[in-house]
């Protein structure tokens, strides 16, 4: 059935089309479409207009073109969440009705670096532990996460009891509360270690978001890089006028 005129521009209603054909199964998730020369033919819209439509699509993250195989119908997140609130990975999965679990990879001690030094304003002699591990919903592994802390910040016993929260251990340890975090997200491609972790093929992306988690004191206390599948998790930002 091809588009029918109204007053916008073409190419928003083959967008419109399309997420429709999508949502009602026309199209499933993972599955090929059709070439440009019959989606345009289908659809009764020039080639130039469709490949406009692909684009925004594709900006929007609901389909993705793979050079010289074609383009294919994204999964929709499962979890999504707001980063205004400091969430845990766990109560997301939670939100969604899966069961959350960890795979425990490594923790270990060392002497700072000199970007351990800058965000937590250490001496060049402090420790900090560097705990790596995987989380997982319904055992299916959705999450990379790699945190440091200030060795003098957790209880000794840290290292050998994965099974506590790194924020519940901080505020054991020194009474401290995490108040707030500084987030930055940037999207990545495949990554040689962390995507085979994950279980990702070449064409799934990651999204990464590294956090400086803040105390009441203003005073950086845990530092967190996660590789979140861009497949699985999305999130967004209620922004106000001001």
């Keep these: 059935m091809t588009i029918k005129a109204d007053h916008r521009h073409l190419y928003l209603q083959v967008i419109d089309r399309l997420k429709s054909d999508i949502d009602k199964g026309t199209y499933r998730e993972n599955e090929k479409l059709p070439s440009e020369f019959e989606l345009s033919k289908t659809l009764g819209v020039s080639r130039?207009?469709?490949?406009?439509?692909?684009?925004l699509l594709e900006e929007e993250n609901i389909i993705v073109r793979r050079h010289g195989v074609g383009t294919f119908v994204n999964p929709k997140p499962v979890f999504t969440s707001g980063i205004e609130h400091l969430s845990s990975v766990s109560s997301m999965i939670e939100n969604a009705g899966m069961n959350?679990?960890?795979?425990?990879?490594?923790?270990?001690?060392?002497?700072?670096?000199?970007?351990?030094?800058?965000?937590?304003?250490?001496?060049?002699?402090?420790?900090v532990i560097t705990i790596e591990r995987v989380r997982t919903a319904d055992n299916e592994p959705v999450v990379y996460c790699v945190d440091k802390?200030?060795?003098?910040?957790?209880?000794?016993?840290?290292?050998?009891n994965q099974n506590v929260s790194i924020f519940s251990a901080l505020e054991q340890n020194g009474s401290i509360r995490v108040a707030y975090a500084v987030t930055y997200i940037d999207p990545v491609g495949f990554h040689d270690e962390v995507s085979p972790i994950l279980k990702c093929g070449p064409e799934t992306a990651l999204l990464v978001l590294k956090q400086l988690h803040y105390d009441e004191n203003d005073r950086v206390v845990l530092y967190s890089k996660n590789y979140f599948r861009a497949d699985k998790f999305s999130f967004h930002v209620v922004r106000k006028r001001v």
Excluded: C, H, M, Y
Excluded at 149 to 160: C, G, Q, R, T, Y
């Design 48 to 55: 130039a207009t469709l490949r406009e439509a692909l684009r």
């Design 100 to 127: 959350p679990g960890t795979i425990f990879i490594s923790a270990k001690e060392e002497k700072a670096t000199e970007d351990d030094v800058e965000r937590f304003q250490a001496d060049i002699d402090d420790n």
């Design 149 to 160: 802390v200030p060795a003098n910040l957790l209880p000794k016993e840290f290292i050998s």
